[in-house]
């Protein structure tokens, strides 16, 4: 009876974060709230991941990112691209880099506005159009998001360790793992959106009046305050990376770093409130639970081996791994990433560990083919904002993007491979 109840839940929750009508967290949470009222799981274990290492760490990264957004860093950075926006190929690379650098810092959406200051140096005489550059800006984003050690980057590594612990896996990925893998699939598409891509996109009046200015104004702490921001960070940072040579807990670096700055009065506790992102901080937690419950009820393994006999009963682990990246890569065309790698990371993790296979390559590869939101505006409100300012049709998208799309896939799964090996 568990085991159909959760595999019921489970289908509940993708169908929520299909619907995109409510809240990731809210749904995920909704799903866990059902299990413990049909006692699958008990209130500890409906909330333990609330309070465990994984929430700790990805609160307190939040927290940290958010100081650096006080500072003048992120104005400064892009003032620094602006002034050295040129005319025609260098204008398509210095933006292009510029949104590979500020998405470390700020979300894609809010990225996009940010960007608008380099449209206003082209005219309609220009060599390059917006309406070439929005939408390369908006992938460029997405492939680059979470490959540093910033606020979503530490949520993807707490939230994939969190699926391994709750699948049964002994193995932890390394906070620079998702970046090693990333790194040359993104720059791969640097190359071909800078040499090749954005040429082929059509030379469209943009409609920037769909876009929000994102004005970043000066910074009002104090010139010491914002260089005990960046100490702290780089400390933080530091000691995270030690990983077990750490003499701290590294879960517990971040709240300490934000502790540190609530100190020196570079944060008050309504930024603490603010700067924490409770929709995903609920999502993960949810389906943290959720993943618990569909391993305790054997729903993991059932969903394991079903999968596996539809590949042929003993697949290797290569089919394996393009089957669930190709699943992650096409739902997020049309829902949330982060909600995607909570459908997919739990079932691969559950998998690869029936087959043999290393499930950290897995994790990796599903969540870089989650950030691969470039073939329809639905895939995230950053696609469609552009999509609509680029006055853009899909035959645009599928034309110039697929390619991308598929090449970028190709090195995602080659370098998981080699970051870590499966087998089969």
């Known amino acids: 009876m568990n085991l159909a109840i959760s595999i019921g839940v489970l289908v509940l929750v993708v169908a929520g974060f299909m619907s995109g009508k409510w809240r990731l967290g809210q749904v995920a949470m909704a799903g866990a709230l059902l299990l413990l009222v049909f006692r699958v799981l008990t209130i500890e274990e409906t909330f333990a991941y609330f309070a465990n290492e994984t929430m700790t760490m990805i609160a307190g990264m939040f927290i940290m990112s958010g100081a650096i957004l006080k500072t003048n860093l992120v104005p400064r950075l892009r003032a620094f691209m602006l002034r050295r926006a040129g005319t025609g190929g260098v204008l398509v690379w210095i933006y292009l880099l510029a949104c590979m650098i500020l998405i470390q810092f700020v979300l894609p959406t809010p990225l996009i506005g940010m960007m608008l200051p380099f449209m206003a140096v082209l005219d309609k005489d220009s060599p390059v159009q917006p309406s070439q550059l929005l939408i390369p800006g908006t992938v460029m984003a997405f492939v680059m998001q979470g490959m540093t050690p910033m606020g979503i980057g530490v949520g993807f590594y707490g939230m994939l360790n969190g699926f391994l612990e709750t699948g049964g896996a002994d193995e932890r990925l390394q906070l620079l793992d998702y970046g090693r893998v990333g790194i040359l699939p993104a720059f791969v598409m640097l190359a071909y959106f800078g040499l090749v891509g954005w040429r082929r996109f059509p030379r469209n009046e943009a409609d920037t009046s769909s876009l929000q200015a994102g004005a970043l104004s000066e910074s009002t702490l104090k010139r010491w305050q914002q260089y005990a921001v960046y100490i702290v960070f780089v400390v933080v940072i530091g000691i995270m990376l030690l990983g077990d040579l750490s003499p701290i807990p590294i879960a517990a670096m971040p709240a300490i770093g934000a502790v540190v700055l609530l100190f020196c009065e570079v944060l008050d506790i309504n930024d603490v409130k603010n700067y924490i992102n409770l929709d995903i901080c609920f999502m993960i937690a949810g389906i943290m639970a959720i993943s618990s419950a569909v391993q305790k009820t054997g729903a993991g393994d059932l969903l ?60 990796l590869a599903i969540t870089a083919g989650c950030n691969a939101a470039m073939l329809t505006p639905a895939a995230s409100p950053s696609s469609a904002v552009a999509f609509a300012a680029g006055r853009y049709r899909m035959k645009d998208l599928f034309r110039v993007n697929g390619p991308a799309w598929i090449l970028y896939g190709a090195c995602v799964i080659l370098m998981a491979n080699i970051v870590y090996p499966i087998s089969g």
């Open 304 to 363: 394991a081996d079903k999968l596996l006999g539809v590949l042929g009963g003993n697949p290797s682990g290569w089919v394996v791994l393009i089957v669930f990246y190709m699943a992650g890569a096409l739902l997020s065309q049309f829902m949330s990433n982060i909600g995607t790698m909570g459908i997919f990371v739990p079932i691969a993790v559950a998998t690869a560990l029936k087959q043999g296979l290393d499930p950290r390559a897995f994790c």
